[in-house]
């Protein structure tokens, strides 16, 4: 019996696949053309903000993005007469299974709970705590873009009445916006909202995220993005790496004003995570030690002022000075260089460089300890007015920063192109 039960999984995973074939094939005559969610920035914790209405009555949830979570979960309540519970060992919650329950480090709470429910394990990637939830379905329903109006705001239509998410309790919401009902995963899962509306909409799996301090958006459509946005920026392309749901790049190494650091080869490793959780990006000490030490000389080079540091930054310059331009202040370049020489991530002073007061500037980068599992995580702060292009499909990033997300019209570029 044992010898049959790979077997017996194998059938269940491709009985899912079939039946994601057949509900796409079974929607209703008109799809939307894409769906949109604006982003916006809390001022307190400085998490990225979006909105789905859920459940019946429809109600609205203020969630906090997480680019790389496996799966949306929230803290239902008891308010949904729609909810229904996944059963264990049923096809949706076998497909919820694998890269979710990975336990590793993390600060993970879990029940005796026997019964037949399919549990997971949703996460606050803030605090780092995770505890086990259950899997359910239910109505979902999100801004649709369809191409009928010229209307900025669009419509909020139901796309899915049985939507997979991770019911959690109140405790998990600590440490994350006030408001804030859950986390909306964005990872690399079978049942990430960037996979589950890919299916319900018979699209490429990809989605653009373009991060704001005011006016963001994640998008998803059903064809090609718009040729607006095609024509008028030029992308860089990258492989994914594979790591588990979360999106990690290649980096071979930095340069500071086009001259490269020496980077102890201990503390560096060439994979570095993409995050919406993390504020700022951190670094392995000895990275974050190295990379300051030659910031600062490119710094001094260019006749700026260091000043006493301003928590949480340890690089500090008078800014009273600063030239600014369109990408921000005139400071020292900073070139991700990622697989090779000719693919360049270049960060500008308006990602580099935070406003602490009218006098003083900061470099936007923190130093993670000497524990940190992964030497660099660039966070959200210098993803911010880079256009983002995740094409799951092909395991490539896209990224342009020649753009503002706050002038972007992306949804007037679908409908123009659809």
């Known amino acids: 019996m044992a010898a049959s039960l790979p077997f017996f999984h194998l059938l269940l995973l491709i009985s899912f696949f079939l039946c994601n074939l057949n509900l796409s094939q079974a929607k209703p005559s008109h799809l939307p053309n894409g769906l949109i969610f604006h982003v916006t920035k809390d001022v307190s914790t400085l998490q990225y903000m979006t909105t789905i209405h859920h459940g019946t009555p429809l109600a609205p949830n203020k969630l906090v993005v997480h680019l790389g ?34 336990q590793g480090s993390k600060n993970y709470l879990s029940s005796n709970d026997n019964n037949n429910k399919c549990h997971v394990f949703p996460e606050n990637s803030i605090t780092q705590m995770a505890t086990q939830g259950d899997l359910v379905q239910d109505i979902m329903a999100v801004q649709v873009i369809d191409g009928s109006s010229r209307t900025e705001s669009g419509s909020i239509t139901t796309l899915d009445s049985n939507f997979l998410f991770s019911c959690a309790p109140m405790f998990l919401l600590n440490g994350l916006a006030s408001g804030a009902r859950g986390m909306l995963g964005l990872g690399r899962t079978q049942i990430s909202m960037a996979s589950q509306i890919s299916a319900k909409l018979s699209s490429k799996l990809q989605f653009m995220l373009c991060l704001s301090s005011s006016d ?178 092909a395991s490539v990033l896209g990224f342009s920063s020649q753009t503002s997300c706050s002038d972007l019209r992306l949804d007037f570029a679908l409908k123009d192109s659809l």
């Open 216 to 393: 963001g958006v994640i998008l998803h459509n059903n064809g090609h993005f718009g040729s607006e946005i095609s024509n008028s920026l030029t992308y860089t392309y990258t492989p994914l790496l594979t790591n588990q749901h979360e999106y990690f790049i290649n980096l071979k190494y930095i340069k500071i004003s086009s001259k490269r650091l020496s980077l102890n080869k201990e503390g560096f490793r060439e994979g570095i995570k993409l995050s919406t959780t993390v504020p700022y990006t951190t670094m392995e000490s000895s990275v974050y030690v190295t990379f300051t030490g030659a910031y600062e000389q490119a710094a001094i080079a260019m006749n700026m002022t260091r000043v006493a540091p301003v928590a949480p930054f340890g690089l500090c310059f008078s800014s009273e000075q600063a030239e600014g331009r369109e990408v921000g202040p005139k400071v020292p370049a900073i070139d991700l260089v990622l697989q090779s020489e000719m693919v360049k991530w270049r960060i500008h002073g308006r990602n580099s460089m935070v406003q602490v007061s009218n006098q003083v500037m900061c470099l936007g980068f923190l130093d993670g300890g000497s524990d940190l599992k992964t030497s660099i995580v660039i966070g959200g702060y210098q993803l911010e007015d880079t256009l983002l292009h995740f094409d799951l499909s």
């Open 69 to 102: 979570g496996p799966f949306l979960w929230l803290n239902c309540g008891s308010s949904s007469s729609s909810s229904r519970l996944i059963s264990q060992g049923s096809i949706q919650c076998l497909a919820a299974k694998p890269k979710t329950h990975d």
